[in-house]
């Protein structure tokens, strides 16, 4: 069973707008999550995480907005630019990376 | 650092005959874990290991499916026989601790077809 969903496969922005990917989760065990970015012909890299007892963290452009009662979280990429292009995994874990579960990923395209 | 290292990149087998894919993890890295992406179902964990040793074997989806990790340096993951519903991208990450202050660190996949 999935659980960790992220429910848009696709999204397209404008360069300079704002991207948000969503993403949501079942398991209410979780208390650490991450997103990881994917460039096509390579391996996933990590790009933000965000921990059960926060609910906003923020790495420069990129801010990750955790809302526990609805278990979703959501990253915002301000302004997005054409190199910000890639697959976006969301991910979930326990205090430990073993039991990390991924989503099945998004594909944000932004066009110049 | 050279990071985790795959091979092969890529990989292309008739269904029945054995496929080998291989990992050698960061050094100094002690945790150790093979993945499967595919469309429907992103990225599943299928194994991974702890200094050397197998801990967590429930996601490698049958007996066709097996790894090992002979030394610190090196990892395989082997199915046997294969079927053209593996085909997949299998990658393979490493950690230096079981904690999330360490995220995985990936290499840059096999994409295994099998015809």
Same mark, same amino acid.
């Given at each position: 069973d999935q659980q960790v969903k992220q429910n848009s496969p696709s999204l397209s922005v404008q360069e300079g707008r704002i991207s948000i990917l969503n993403c949501d989760y079942t398991?209410?065990?979780?208390d650490y999550f991450l997103w990881y970015k994917k460039y096509p012909a390579e391996g996933p890299t990590f790009l933000i995480s965000i921990s059960s007892i926060k609910d906003k963290n923020e790495d420069g452009r990129f801010t990750v907005f955790l809302n526990k009662s609805a278990k979703h979280l959501s990253l915002h990429i301000v302004?997005?630019?054409?190199?910000?292009?890639a697959v976006y995994f969301c991910a979930a874990s326990g205090p430990y990376n073993n039991d990390m579960r991924f989503g099945a990923g998004t594909r944000l395209t932004v066009k110049p | 650092d050279a990071g985790v290292i795959q091979s092969p990149r890529h990989e292309v087998t008739e269904m029945g005959q054995e496929v080998t894919l291989r990992c050698k993890p960061i050094s100094g890295h002690d945790y150790l874990f093979w993945y499967r992406q595919t469309m429907m179902r992103g990225l599943e964990l299928l194994i991974y290991f702890n200094n050397n040793v197998p801990i967590d074997d429930s996601g490698m989806p049958e007996d066709r499916f097996s790894a090992k990790m002979p030394n610190a340096s090196f990892s395989t993951l082997k199915i046997?026989? !294969?079927?053209?519903?593996?085909s997949a991208v299998y990658f393979c990450a490493s950690s230096s601790?079981? !904690?999330?202050?360490s995220p995985l660190h990936f290499g840059n996949g096999t994409r295994l077809t099998v015809t």
């Open positions: 398991n209410s065990m979780f302004p997005s630019q054409p190199g910000d292009s | 046997q026989p !294969s079927e053209p519903r593996d601790y079981r !904690s999330y202050n």
